[in-house]
């Protein structure tokens, strides 16, 4: 059932009211990437049993990054973390508030913590003294839901800079599926998808009058709640994840194009004047269709192709949004003052858009803003 709300999401818009009087901005991003490339030939011809899938025909990722023995969530966050203070010249003590987001929160291999919050451990790496700290949990939307809250703060004037930040040693789920995965009709299948990765961002409060960011929305569609599940393994080290993977893909491709519609209502703005969509990276094939949807409802597409990393990252859950981000970045594609809308898609199931202008900062951080 929808909600009874004339609208669906949970939106702030900025500039705002007396209230909000400021505009945050995303300033600098950074991630860490695992050395290791995993082809999905070779994680395939590690299944247990002969599935006869060909992976990467199916999803169109052809690798994923895997860690090796001595990283985990933590070091893949403190990591991140680090490259993206450095890039965006900003000293971790200058950070009124530091969100965690990571999913897996694994420390020491595939031991999860779950006491202190991961945020305070990566607080202390880097040397965040001042900072608040705390963690998200918001599936693969937690990176985005950490970007709306600190919007929030920042608009508001509670704080002035803040990184959102997370470490996902998540394709150990991978390697339990292998166990398991049979065949095409698996429920552990969208496992063999996922990838390691760690990113970061900091929010502040925006510098020159630069647009920064002008919507977030955040919606979940709980009827479709378990689509997607995932809890510690019994036999095997970390977790299992069980997805209807046709049924979220459809409930999600269904549900998307209204709520892009209600974000880009609020901004004022329409879907042929965003310049980029980076959308979560489940795989190649689900987000084409779904934007080729979304030009269909709303009569128009973005000015680019939707960004797709997934083909050589895989999905690295929470953190997907930042790291195809900054291969737009580093190739140059995306300029100062581009529209760029990330679209959130998790288990919950959980829609979110954040609209934000590139400013030359953020540019500068991975390239020339020439």
């Not at 040397?127 to 950490?146: W, Y």
């Amino acid at each position: 059932m929808y909600p009874a709300s004339p609208t669906w999401l949970l939106t702030e818009r900025s500039p705002g009211d007396a209230s909000a009087p400021y505009v945050a901005d995303i300033t600098s991003a950074g991630r860490s990437l695992p050395v290791r490339h995993l082809s999905s030939e070779d994680l395939i011809a590690s299944t247990r049993h002969h599935t006869g899938i060909d992976l990467e025909r199916l999803t169109g990722i052809r690798e994923r990054r895997v860690v090796s023995p001595d990283d985990d969530s933590l070091t893949l966050a403190v990591a991140a973390a680090a490259d993206c203070l450095e890039r965006g010249g900003v000293e971790a003590p200058e950070l009124d508030a530091l969100v965690s987001c990571s999913i897996t929160k694994y420390r020491d291999g595939t031991t999860q913590w779950l006491e202190p919050a991961m945020s305070s451990a990566v607080a202390h790496r880097i040397g965040a003294t001042r900072a608040v700290t705390f963690d998200i949990a918001n599936a693969c939307a937690g990176m985005l839901t950490g970007v709306f809250v600190l919007n929030n703060w920042i608009r508001r004037g509670a704080i002035r800079r803040g990184l959102v930040v997370s470490g996902e040693s998540i394709s150990g789920l991978g390697r339990n599926a292998a166990h398991h995965v049979r065949n095409i009709m698996s429920k552990e299948l969208a496992s063999l998808t996922l990838g390691d990765a760690g990113a970061a961002v900091v929010v502040e409060r925006s510098r020159d009058g630069s647009p920064g960011i002008s919507v977030a929305g955040f919606t979940t569609v709980a009827e479709h709640s378990r689509l997607c599940l995932a809890y510690p393994a019994v036999h095997e080290p970390g977790a299992r994840m069980f997805t209807r993977s046709q049924a979220l893909q459809r409930a999600a491709i269904k549900d998307t194009p209204v709520l892009l519609q209600e974000a880009l209502d609020v901004a004022g703005i329409d879907i042929s004047q965003v310049d980029h969509v980076i959308p979560h990276q489940t795989s190649a094939r689900a987000i084409r269709k779904g934007m080729a949807h979304v030009s269909e409802v709303l009569g128009a597409g973005p000015r680019n192709d939707a960004v797709v990393t997934v083909d050589h990252y895989g999905n690295t859950a929470s953190t997907t949004h930042t790291v195809a981000l900054i291969d737009e970045l580093s190739g140059g594609r995306i300029a100062p003052g581009d529209q760029v809308a990330f679209v959130a898609i998790a288990s919950g199931l959980v829609i979110g858009v954040v609209l934000f202008r590139a400013s030359e900062g953020l540019v500068r951080s991975h390239g020339d803003t020439d």
